[in-house]
C-alpha cells in the first residue's frame, strides 16, 4: 500500500523549529539547489501572509503565468501547501517528492515540506513561485530560494519566544528577508516608527505604488499607474485591503522586474471572482448550520476580528481554542463582550492549550470534548475562532459528513 505524505511526515514532528539554515542549505544542494529554477516573491509578516500570497498568486494566474504557491499550515490535508496553478498538488506527487528527502531524516517538518515544493516547482517548471514565510525572516526554509522581490505584511507580538518580545526585534528579524531582496515593498500593516528598524531603506510602501479603498457591499476601489478598477473584495474584513493593496503592489513589481505583463485592471478583476481562501472570516455549512469561521490565532488577529463584530448584525456565540503559546487570558479580554454564549474545547495537538487555562480565560464558558462536540453545544449563530487547528478540525468533520 502506498505511503501518503502526511504519514512520511508524520516522524518529524510539525512543531520543530531550528533557527538556522545551514543543514537544509547543505541538503537543498546535494539535490542540485532546485529552489533556484524558478523566481519567486516572498511574503513575510506576523499576519495576513497566506492571504496576501493567494491574491497575489491569483493575479499572476490571471496574467497567463503557470504559478507555485507554498504556504503554511494547512487546514485539512496537508496537499493543501503546496498548489500548482492555483490547485493543491496531486497526493501522489507530494508524497513522491517527500520521499526524496527521507535520507535526510534530522530535517524538520517545515524543513522537509518546504525542501519538496521547491522540488515540485522545479519539476514543473512554474514561471514563478509565491512562497509564504513560515516564521521569522532570517532563517526561515523559504529564505533558500533567494527571492527577487519581499513584501511585509505587518509587525506583530506572535512567536515572542523566538522573534523577540519587542516590536522592534520582530522587525530587525522579519526585515532580514526584504534586506536580502532586490525589490522590497512594506504593507500598510507595518507602524512607520519601525520601518527604519527593518533594515532595508530601499522599501517602498505599497501605499506609493496602489491605493485601495473599500467602497462597503464587498466593493473595493483600485488604482495604479493611472489605472483604476473596482473588485469584488475577495477576503471578507476590512483589514483584507491591507493585504490586497500589498498584494497588487508586488505584482506591479513582479511586472516591473520582467516576470510578468504590465497588471491589466480587467484582468484583476477575473482574478478576484473566485477566489477562495477558508478560515479567514469563511462561512461554511457544517451538519446543516452556517458558521462563521476565522483562525484568529493571536493577539493582532482577534482584535482584527472583534472590529468585524463590531460592524455586524447580529451577536455571534462563540467556540474558541488555540495553542500553549498564544496570550490566551489577552485573546480572550478582547473577543469576550462581542460574543454572546462560549464554548472551549481542547485540540488535538501537541501544543494544545489546557482546556483549564481557556476555560479559566472566558469566565464562565461552558467546556467540551473536542471541536466536534464544542460545535454540538454552541447555539447559532456559530463564530468558530482561535486557531487554524480548530477551523481545520470543523472543515475536516465537514468533509467527512459530507
Given at each position: 500500500m502506498p505511503v501518503d505524505a502526511a504519514v512520511r511526515l508524520s516522524s518529524r514532528p510539525a512543531g520543530r523549529i531550528r533557527p538556522r539554515l545551514d543543514e537544509l542549505r547543505q541538503v537543498l544542494a546535494e539535490r542540485g539547489n532546485p529552489q533556484l529554477d524558478f523566481p519567486s516573491i516572498l511574503v513575510v509578516g506576523t499576519n495576513g501572509k497566506g492571504s496576501t500570497a493567494a491574491m497575489l498568486d491569483a493575479v499572476l494566474r490571471s496574467h497567463g503565468l503557470s504559478t507555485g504557491l507554498f504556504t503554511s499550515p494547512h487546514l485539512v490535508r496537508v496537499e493543501e501547501r503546496v498548489q500548482l496553478n492555483g490547485a493543491p498538488v496531486d497526493g501522489v506527487v507530494l508524497e513522491s517528492a517527500v520521499e526524496e528527502f527521507d535520507e535526510y531524516p534530522d530535517l524538520t517538518y517545515f524543513e522537509t515540506m518546504t525542501a519538496a515544493a521547491f522540488t515540485i516547482f522545479s519539476d514543473a517548471r512554474i514561471a514563478v513561485a509565491v512562497l509564504e514565510a513560515g516564521m521569522g525572516g532570517s532563517w526561515d526554509a523559504t529564505r533558500l530560494a533567494e527571492s527577487s522581490i519581499a513584501g511585509l505584511t505587518n509587525i506583530g507580538s506572535d512567536h515572542a519566544g523566538w522573534l523577540g518580545a519587542e516590536p522592534v526585534?520582530?522587525?530587525?528579524?522579519?526585515?532580514?528577508?526584504?534586506?536580502?531582496?532586490?525589490?522590497?515593498?512594506?504593507?500598510?500593516?507595518?507602524?512607520?516608527?519601525?520601518?527604519?528598524?527593518?533594515?532595508?531603506?530601499?522599501?517602498?510602501?505599497?501605499?506609493?505604488?496602489?491605493?485601495?479603498?473599500?467602497?462597503?457591499?464587498?466593493?473595493?476601489?483600485?488604482?495604479?499607474?493611472?489605472?483604476?478598477?473596482?473588485?469584488?473584495?475577495?477576503?471578507?474584513?476590512?483589514?483584507?485591503?491591507?493585504?490586497?493593496?500589498?498584494?497588487?503592489?508586488?505584482?506591479?513589481?513582479?511586472?516591473n522586474?520582467?516576470?510578468?505583463?504590465?497588471?491589466?485592471?480587467?484582468?484583476?478583476?477575473?482574478?478576484?471572482?473566485?477566489?477562495?481562501?477558508?478560515?479567514?472570516?469563511?462561512?461554511?455549512?457544517?451538519?446543516?448550520?452556517?458558521?462563521?469561521?476565522?483562525?484568529?490565532?493571536?493577539?493582532?488577529?482577534a482584535k482584527a476580528l472583534a472590529e468585524h463584530l463590531d460592524g455586524l448584525d447580529c451577536r455571534y456565540n462563540?467556540?474558541?481554542?488555540?495553542?500553549?503559546?498564544?496570550?490566551?487570558?489577552?485573546?480572550?479580554?478582547?473577543?469576550?463582550?462581542?460574543?454572546?454564549?462560549v464554548v472551549v474545547c481542547p485540540l488535538d495537538d501537541d501544543r494544545a492549550m489546557p482546556v483549564e487555562r481557556l476555560a479559566a480565560a472566558f469566565a464562565g464558558a461552558e467546556v467540551a470534548e473536542d471541536p466536534q462536540s464544542g460545535l454540538d453545544r454552541v447555539k447559532d449563530p456559530v463564530l468558530a475562532a482561535g486557531s487554524i487547528r480548530l477551523v481545520g478540525a470543523l472543515l475536516k468533520f465537514a468533509e467527512a459528513a459530507r
Open positions: 526585534e520582530v522587525a530587525r528579524e522579519k526585515g532580514r528577508a526584504l534586506a536580502a531582496a532586490e525589490v522590497a515593498v512594506i504593507g500598510a500593516g507595518v507602524d512607520v516608527d519601525l520601518v527604519a528598524e527593518l533594515g532595508a531603506p530601499a522599501a517602498r510602501r505599497a501605499r506609493s505604488l496602489v491605493r485601495c479603498s473599500d467602497l462597503g457591499e464587498g466593493r473595493v476601489a483600485m488604482s495604479w499607474d493611472g489605472r483604476e478598477t473596482t473588485v469584488r473584495m475577495p477576503l471578507s474584513g476590512a483589514f483584507q485591503c491591507d493585504n490586497l493593496e500589498l498584494a497588487l503592489a508586488l505584482a506591479l513589481e513582479a511586472a522586474a520582467g516576470l510578468m505583463p504590465a497588471v491589466d485592471p480587467s484582468l484583476v478583476q477575473t482574478a478576484f471572482e473566485k477566489l477562495s481562501w477558508p478560515g479567514r472570516l469563511s462561512i461554511h455549512r457544517l451538519d446543516g448550520r452556517e458558521v462563521l469561521m476565522d483562525c484568529a490565532h493571536n493577539l493582532e488577529a462563540l467556540l474558541f481554542s488555540c495553542l500553549d503559546d498564544k496570550p490566551v487570558e489577552a485573546m480572550a479580554e478582547v473577543l469576550k463582550d462581542r460574543v454572546g454564549d
